[in-house]
């Protein structure tokens, strides 16, 4: 079965960096589009990047210029480099995989990673 597993979490001061990873496993990786999320405490779930299967990037306003989603298709794995990092961005960040076709969707979720940013 399909499965996602996140990497990299952890605790960094303002103004630092950390790359997450995310290994897929039991799918066609390079058919799927990739994704991050993140979920702050009491907050909803938002939409951090997300790359297509063919690469092309968009990001969340509140990240853009700090934050960089990758892929690697030989290696069946996504990457989100987070740089100049905020306490905003305190959150457990998930990886997603979506795709859809013959008129059926394909979702899955990691089970996340925590990112916590404090002095």
């Known amino acids: 079965q399909v499965q996602l597993v996140e990497s990299g979490g952890g605790l960094v001061q303002p103004g630092g960096s950390l790359r997450l990873s995310c290994a897929a496993s039991?799918?066609?990786?390079?058919?799927?589009?990739m994704a991050w999320y993140r979920q702050a405490p009491g907050k909803q779930r938002e939409l951090v990047a997300a790359?297509?299967?063919?690469?092309?990037?968009n990001y969340a306003d509140s990240v853009k210029g700090r934050f960089t989603i990758s892929r690697d298709n030989a290696k069946n794995t996504a990457y989100l480099q987070m740089n100049n990092l905020k306490p905003e961005d305190t959150a457990v960040y998930y990886c997603n995989a979506y795709r859809y076709y013959s008129g059926k969707s394909y979702d899955y979720w990691g089970q996340g990673t925590q990112v916590t940013v404090s002095s």
């Open positions: 790359i297509t299967s063919g690469g092309s990037t």
């Open positions: 039991g799918m066609i990786f390079s058919t799927y589009n």
